[in-house]
């Protein structure tokens, strides 16, 4: 009884394990450098590898000195403006003392020595948000979550909501965003969760004075984690 219990308790071990490895499946053979071009293309910040097989194996600098001063002033904005953009008070959401400096990281780069722009990777927890973030909103949105990464000088804490307006003709729209943020000094994760959509007459991109319904997200739960989400999974579109 004990030697089976044993048994039980090492497979379902392995069993986190084997769940815990984050994998692009859609990976080619072959060995990739992870990359931001969060300051530029003459400032690249290796963040990782990619094994043959696909897993992923992230190693964040504890600092920038390989970035200059220059650039992260070109770059770094205000954290209101990083993280609050889309919110129709996001100049009045933070006091001066908190609104301390920060910039999205951008899309993780796939390179390689043959090819330093191989790929980019996506984080999400359905493949078909992909095509909606690379239409930068453009087709129907679906429930799930897209995670992307910021850097933040030092550390940052809020809860709260906002509301964030668009108007198209003489409709008129609002999606509901509502944070819960704890920030370290460094590179997060943040999580956007769509948790409903609602239909919007968006004005045609190919026909004038027409207008198509698409499904946009109407509320948006955002929050941070500093590892990689579990729930993650991580597609990679490929040059």
């Known amino acids: 009884m004990k030697k089976a219990f044993v048994i039980l308790m090492v497979l379902a071990a392995n069993s986190v394990m084997a769940q815990s490895v984050a994998k692009i499946e859609n990976h080619p053979a072959e060995s990739m450098d992870l990359v931001l071009f969060t300051f530029g293309m003459e400032h690249s910040v ?3 590898t990619v094994s043959k097989s696909g897993e992923l ?4 600098p504890e600092n920038l000195n390989g970035v200059s001063e220059e650039a992260k002033s070109n770059f770094m904005s205000q954290v209101a403006y990083t993280l609050f953009s889309k919110c129709d008070n996001s100049s009045h959401i933070l006091s001066e003392d908190q609104n301390g400096k920060a910039v999205p990281a951008g899309y993780i780069s796939l390179s390689t020595k043959v090819n330093p722009y191989a790929g980019l990777l996506f984080m999400v ?3 078909l948000m ?3 973030i690379e239409s930068y909103g453009e087709v129907d949105a679906v429930l799930g979550s897209y995670f992307e990464l910021i850097y933040i000088e030092s550390e940052f804490n809020f809860q709260g909501e906002c509301t964030s307006s668009v108007s198209y003709s ?9 944070y819960d943020l704890q920030l370290k000094p460094g590179f997060n994760f943040i999580e956007y ?10 004005p045609s991109m190919y026909e004038e004075n027409t207008f198509d319904k698409i499904q946009k997200p109407n509320k948006i739960v ?3 984690s500093q590892s990689t989400p579990p729930n993650t ?3 990679g579109k490929y040059f």
Do not use: L, R
């Open 46 to 48: 290796p963040v990782g």
């Open 57 to 60: 194996s992230f190693s964040f």
């Open 125 to 127: 927890t359905d493949e």
């Open 130 to 132: 992909v095509p909606w």
């Open 170 to 178: 003489e409709n008129n729209y609002q999606a509901q965003y509502v």
């Open 193 to 202: 969760k769509i948790e409903s959509v609602e239909e919007q007459n968006v």
């Open 222 to 224: 955002v929050s941070s």
């Open 233 to 235: 999974k991580w597609i």
